[in-house]
């Protein structure tokens, strides 16, 4: 048995989904105001090497965009489908939030990508970026990640992204406000430096913005007025690739990694951390079937779990069971 610290353990809650969710690739999770899960997967589209060319301009466009709901609204005990919307408007879906007025805010990678969308509106409310055009200046991004919007102050924060390497803070309306980050140099990757800035948890009571650092196999915080760095949070148990992070009020944050390198030690897994402290308080994989590229995760405020996998095209849940005494290894 592995040994648990903490209060409590989370394990595969083995009956989800119970039924074909027929899920594409799955980038993208989030928890509405009812704490439904909200999935963004790409239908019958895939991100593989021939999506685009070496100037990032996506190469896939004829096949016209996903045809099917791409944002689904799942009830978390059942998998039952409450809701779908999305349809005919994405090309590669990534990141996925939702705001406290219960929008979606979602990017799309061969886009360029970040919209808003009411929950039952057809037409986008805000798109930020210039269709298909990649760039890194005020109006175009490069493979946008993810995006979070501040419930105090409605800031839009937009990880960007696979071929940038900076957060953009936007206003409430979508203007240019400012933005912090550069590309890691050769050698050591300092604070501020990212190899693709892959995922957002935005911490409104603690007024941070902690990102996944994907390549540098680590979170880094910032404030999320000024950008400043505040603290990184690496363990070797991460391994090389880092791929998202998500926080749950009460202070525990979640993380998933990637899959080893060759010759590599630590496994692919799902990680629960006291955000205060930084330590890893739990480690948890499926119990059957093993994570192939565990792409998004999500954490309700009782310890509910989901992992979205872009390989397997499957969503994980994870419920956290009572833990009686502490196994020691
Ligand atoms: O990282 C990649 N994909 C995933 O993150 C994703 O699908 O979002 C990727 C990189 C190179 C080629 C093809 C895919």
Request: proline share 4%; hydrophobic share 40%; no cysteine.
């Given at each position: 048995?592995?040994?648990?610290?903490?209060?409590?353990?989370?394990?595969?809650?083995?009956?989800?989904?119970?039924?074909?969710?027929?899920?594409?690739?799955?980038?993208?999770?989030?928890?509405?105001?009812?704490?439904?899960?909200?999935?963004?997967h790409r239908g019958d589209h895939v991100w593989d090497e021939n999506s685009f060319d070496s100037k990032f301009v996506?190469?896939?466009?004829?096949?016209?965009?996903?045809?099917?709901?791409?944002?689904?609204?799942?009830?978390?005990?059942?998998?039952?489908?409450?809701?779908?919307?999305?349809?005919?408007?994405?090309y590669l879906p990534h990141g996925l939030s939702?705001?406290?007025?219960?929008?979606?805010?979602?990017?799309?990678?061969?886009?360029?990508?970040?919209?808003?969308?009411?929950?039952?509106?057809?037409?986008?409310?805000?798109?930020?970026?210039?269709?298909?055009?990649?760039?890194?200046d005020k109006t175009h991004f490069c493979q946008p990640t993810d995006v979070a919007v501040d419930p105090i102050t409605?800031?839009?924060?937009?990880s960007d992204g696979y071929c940038n390497s900076r957060i953009i803070q936007f206003s409430p309306n979508g203007l240019y406000v400012m933005q912090w980050g550069e590309e890691t140099s050769l050698g050591r990757s300092r604070p501020g430096q990212f190899r693709i800035p892959h995922s957002l948890a935005l911490i409104p009571d603690l007024s941070q913005l902690c990102v996944a650092d994907r390549e540098n196999g680590r979170i880094q915080c910032f404030r999320?007025?000024?950008?400043?760095?505040?603290?990184?949070?690496?363990?070797?148990?991460?391994?090389?690739?880092?791929?998202?992070v998500s926080y749950v009020p009460g202070g525990l944050l979640f993380a998933v990694n990637g899959m080893p390198y060759p010759g590599e030690a630590e496994s692919v897994q799902g990680f629960v951390m006291n955000f205060s402290t930084g330590e890893i308080i739990d480690t948890f994989i499926p119990l059957r079937k093993g994570f192939e590229m565990p792409h998004d995760i999500v954490a309700s405020e009782d310890r509910t779990v989901f992992v979205g996998d872009v390989h397997a095209k499957v969503v994980w849940?994870?419920?956290s069971a009572e833990k009686s005494e502490t196994i020691v290894e």
């Open positions: 048995e592995k040994e648990h610290k903490g209060d409590f353990h989370v394990e595969e809650a083995v009956e989800w989904p119970g039924l074909d969710l027929k899920l594409g690739q799955v980038s993208g999770l989030a928890l509405d105001l009812e704490n439904n899960l909200v999935v963004f996506y190469q896939q466009r004829g096949l016209g965009p996903i045809e099917q709901n791409t944002i689904l609204v799942l009830n978390p005990s059942n998998a039952k489908l409450l809701h779908s919307t999305g349809k005919s408007l994405f939702v705001d406290k007025n219960g929008n979606y805010w979602v990017t799309d990678v061969a886009l360029h990508q970040v919209f808003k969308l009411g929950a039952n509106d057809k037409e986008p409310l805000l798109i930020l970026g210039v269709a298909l055009q990649p760039g890194s409605g800031s839009i924060y937009v999320l007025e000024t950008g400043e760095f505040t603290r990184e949070i690496k363990h070797k148990a991460f391994g090389t690739e880092l791929f998202a849940k994870f419920a």
